[in-house]
């Protein structure tokens, strides 16, 4: 009986992690497949799909989100330190009802969120704000909340101790904040940029109201092209855009070092 | 004298003053205001407003509640949200047990497989499903290969490939959310139930399971509200005749260019969503005092 | 009056009607160990707190060196501290933490390392300047605490039970080792604990704390249970 029951779990468990796998394995063979049908033989494999990206079509787009992932990432990361300072580092009087203010956006979802700023825009005759500031407005209202909880925990960890102990070697604010405070907190900072990074990179359910001709995000350009076609070339711009995520988290990673948290606690 | 300057003193010693402390929750906050609370305050504020009417109503409500399409969109969303709310649930909890309890070295590769495909993005996870799943998809290529088939299954454009699109986005936060609350069971109580002579089956029944409620109702209530607001995986693998509140708010948006309606319908959502986050409290509070008295 | 280094005039706290401490008068000379002794709640952190600028004080008066410490925020009392976590910065080495003082002073270059190899080589710990704390064992990050906290060079040094969480060995030589750093630099040292033997086999006086005034004050060389057995002390 507890074979059966052992044997049961083990199968489940491999299912499960074949379903979480198999699609993200079948785009990656169909990028190198040369025709729309998928083949997992090897030998027929081509690159030649990843050579049709360096068009305008799909080149344009990915600055577009690139850009937008990387403002949005340091928009976050520089407004959500401002808030976590206040709220967590200092915090001020009515810090938990402010808290609850900067991450109440959590709690609609962002098709809401993304209709309120497009009536909103358009109600105020910000026609120009569609388009390009209107995703940056967006997308930091998206991601801003979870910058903010992020550094608010680091900064929440902080040991208060060590304000302390700065304070009696003659540290005055500016520079606790500048020697103890940012250093230690750096890996929770840059954890919430990444994090804003990728959301906004990958985004649909905001960028799809926001959207105009000739300022279309890839996320989005990728799911109106597979209304009308299902060609490899969406595979390879699929494979493409993830290995682009995974640098960015590298080049991150080493910036801001989140993983390792060598910089732990003082005990 | 110097007793007088200190009481005046006393609350804080040497602390910036109020407006300065202040300061830095101004740029957050402003932005906040202008592109969150401003537009969601202007949206409900639209949906009791008629183009062609002054004055506050209720038309676009009756007209939503009256209307069998949209009726159907709302029964629907419930539909598919609940059942991914279930398939998410039951497939994470594997998963989270063996990441809570192995202390082998494989349990940093199926941690990463069970999280990495959310770096991934919805697009690229719904775009695999649609080429595993369409009519001339993977799985009925080989299956007709194979002769089990004369004709292709139906598995993509309908509920079936949005509720396994949706399930594989949110399966890593089910995990997540499971793998905590399964953390917090200390093993040991498993070791002394199988000392006293329990079977693996019972002491999961009796043991793992009921400990690990409020994580299966967390996970099923994080499920439900994350499917019921997903828009582009029921756009892409449920087709055109699929539609759910999400893609109807965006339909009445860049289509019918309805704003009043499509405040109505995202108030729905809104009021939805926040009626299942208080059940979801509520819920929790009880059976954390039932586990923890 | 003159070589006074801390006096406390009427000095007392009060958080709304709980009384921590009440009028407590004391006064330190240059060069003295005195330690506050007492159990927990007796109001000796919070008189600790008040010299070192964290509390203000609600009424009474602290004066370092003759002049009236109100209004004067922390980080210009110079007075150095020592903590009982240690709350050593965890992002710098041993030799970073240490010049972290004199950094903030404005030193140059060359006196900072010049003082920084002097601190350390007094606390033995020069070998390991480039180690980071987590990297240290209890002892020696006690060490880099002290180190660290006269680099700076203060007048007066506060300790709040720095040996608490050190094992009874280690506390034993450390005690040794804190006297005659103390003695080797003439630094006032204001030491707080809750052990009463560490108060006698170091002090030059005792004050011993209780529910926020102060119960007794002695030499521990009066006292008849004075034993043989503390080294320190009967050095």
Redesign the interface.
């Known amino acids: 009986?507890?074979q059966v029951?052992?044997a049961l779990?083990w199968v489940?468990?491999v299912l499960?992690?074949t379903?979480?796998?198999?699609?993200?394995v079948?785009?990656m063979a169909?990028s190198l497949s040369p025709t729309?049908?998928?083949t997992l033989r090897p030998w027929e494999w081509t690159v030649q799909w990843y050579g049709d990206l360096w068009t305008a079509r799909w080149l344009d787009p990915f600055m577009l989100s690139a850009q937008l992932a990387l403002i949005v990432s340091i928009a976050s990361g520089v407004?959500?330190l401002?808030?976590a300072?206040?709220?967590a580092y200092?915090k001020?009087p009515g810090h938990a009802a402010?808290m609850s203010?900067?991450l109440?956006?959590l709690?609609?979802?962002?098709?809401?969120?993304g209709?309120?700023?497009?009536?909103?825009l358009?109600?105020a005759g910000l026609y120009n704000w569609l388009g390009t500031p209107g995703l940056i407005?967006?997308h930091?209202?998206l991601t801003?909340p979870f910058a903010?909880r992020m550094i608010a925990t680091a900064m929440f960890n902080f040991d208060k101790n060590l304000d302390r102990a700065g304070q009696s070697l003659g540290a005055s604010k500016m520079d606790r904040i500048r020697y103890l405070l940012l250093p230690i907190i750096k890996p929770g900072v840059f954890s919430g940029m990444t994090f804003a990074f990728?959301i906004s990179?990958?985004n649909?359910?905001l960028s799809?109201?926001l959207v105009r001709p000739g300022e279309t995000t890839l996320?989005i350009t990728?799911?109106n092209y597979?209304e009308y076609s299902?060609d490899p070339v969406?595979?390879a711009v699929?494979?493409a855009?993830?290995l682009f995520?995974?640098g960015v988290?590298f080049i991150f990673e080493k910036i801001g070092g989140f993983s390792a948290q060598i910089h732990g606690g003082s005990k | 004298m110097?007793?007088l300057?200190?009481?005046a003193?006393?609350r804080r010693?040497?602390g910036p003053s109020r407006v300065q402390?202040?300061l830095?929750?101004f740029?957050?906050?402003l932005?906040?205001l202008?592109?969150?609370a401003?537009?969601?305050g202007?949206?409900v504020g639209?949906s009791f407003q008629q183009s062609d009417a002054s004055g506050l109503t209720l038309a676009s409500y009756e007209r939503f509640f009256s209307d069998q399409f949209t009726l159907m969109g709302m029964a629907r969303t419930v539909v598919m949200s609940g059942l991914v709310a279930i398939c998410v649930t039951i497939?994470?909890y594997?998963?989270a047990?063996?990441l809570a309890r192995s202390k082998s070295r494989w349990r940093a590769l199926?941690f990463a497989?069970?999280i990495a495909?959310e770096?991934?993005?919805?697009?690229?996870?719904t775009?695999?499903?649609?080429?595993?799943l369409?009519n001339?998809g993977?799985i009925n290529?080989a299956l007709i290969w194979l002769g089990v088939i004369a004709e292709p299954l139906p598995l993509a454009k309908n509920m079936f490939g949005v509720v396994v699109g949706l399930t594989?986005v949110i399966?890593p936060f089910g995990i997540l959310s499971l793998l905590t609350s399964l953390q917090g069971v200390d093993p040991n109580l498993e070791k002394s139930a199988q000392i006293l002579g329990a079977?693996?089956?019972s002491v999961?029944r009796h043991i793992v399971v009921p400990l690990t409620v409020p994580g299966i109702v967390s996970s099923m209530l994080l499920a439900f509200?994350m499917s019921?607001?997903?828009?582009?995986t029921p756009?892409?693998l449920g087709g055109a005749g699929f539609k759910v509140l999400?893609t109807m708010?965006?339909e009445q948006?860049?289509f019918y260019i309805d704003?009043s309606f499509?405040?109505v319908m995202?108030?729905v959502?809104?009021v939805m969503?926040?009626i299942v986050?208080l059940i979801g409290t509520r819920l929790e509070a009880r059976l954390h005092q039932k586990l923890h008295t | 009056m003159i070589n006074s280094d801390i006096e406390l005039i009427g000095l007392s706290k009060n958080y709304g009607a709980n009384k921590i401490v009440r009028d407590i008068d004391l006064d330190i000379p240059q060069g003295e160990f005195v330690s506050i002794l007492g159990p927990s709640g007796c109001g000796k952190t919070t008189t600790l707190n008040m010299i070192a600028?964290?509390?203000?004080?609600?009424?009474?008066?602290i004066r370092v060196r003759g002049h009236?410490q109100?209004?004067v925020?922390?980080e210009r009392r110079k007075i150095g501290l020592v903590f009982q976590n240690y709350a050593l910065f965890p992002h710098m080495t041993v030799g970073e933490n240490v010049a972290f003082g004199l950094k903030m002073q404005r030193k140059g270059r060359a006196e900072i390392d010049n003082q920084v190899e002097k601190s350390l080589r007094s606390v033995h710990l020069d070998h390991l300047k480039d180690r980071y704390p987590k990297e240290l064992s209890g002892g020696q990050q006690q060490r880099t605490a002290l180190a660290r906290a006269i680099a700076p060079k203060p007048s007066l040094l506060l300790l709040d039970e720095p040996l608490s969480n050190l094992d009874l060995k280690l506390r034993e030589a450390m005690r040794i080792e804190l006297k005659e750093v103390q003695q080797e630099l003439g630094i006032t040292f204001v030491y707080v604990t809750h052990d009463q033997e560490e108060a006698m086999a170091m002090s030059d006086r005792v004050v011993v704390m209780h529910e926020g005034i102060i119960a007794q004050v002695g030499s521990p060389r009066a006292e008849s249970y004075q034993s043989a057995s503390y080294p320190a002390a009967a050095k």
């Not at chain 2, 775009?127 to 595993?132: D, E, R, T, V």
Request: aromatic share 10%.
């Open positions: 009986m507890n029951v052992s779990f489940s468990l499960v992690l379903f979480i796998t198999l699609p993200l079948v785009v169909a729309a049908v998928v407004l959500g401002l808030a300072y206040v709220v200092e001020c402010i203010f900067l109440s956006p709690a609609v979802p962002q098709i809401v969120k209709v309120a700023i497009v009536l909103f358009s109600s407005a967006a930091i209202i801003l903010v990728i990179f990958n649909i359910p799809v109201f996320p990728v799911i597979i299902l969406l595979a699929n494979v855009s993830l995520v995974l988290i | 110097s007793v300057a200190l009481k003193d006393k010693p040497h402390q202040f830095p929750l740029p957050p906050s932005i906040l202008l592109f969150f401003i537009p969601m202007m949206m639209l497939m994470a594997p998963v047990y063996f199926v497989l069970a495909p770096l991934a993005g919805v697009v690229l996870r775009y695999g499903w649609l080429i595993i369409e001339q993977f290529n594989h399966l079977s693996r089956a999961i509200t019921a607001s997903a828009y582009a756009a892409i999400a708010i965006y948006v860049l704003w499509a405040a995202a108030n959502l809104l969503m926040l986050a | 600028g964290f509390t203000a004080p609600t009424s009474g008066q009236d109100a209004g925020p922390p």
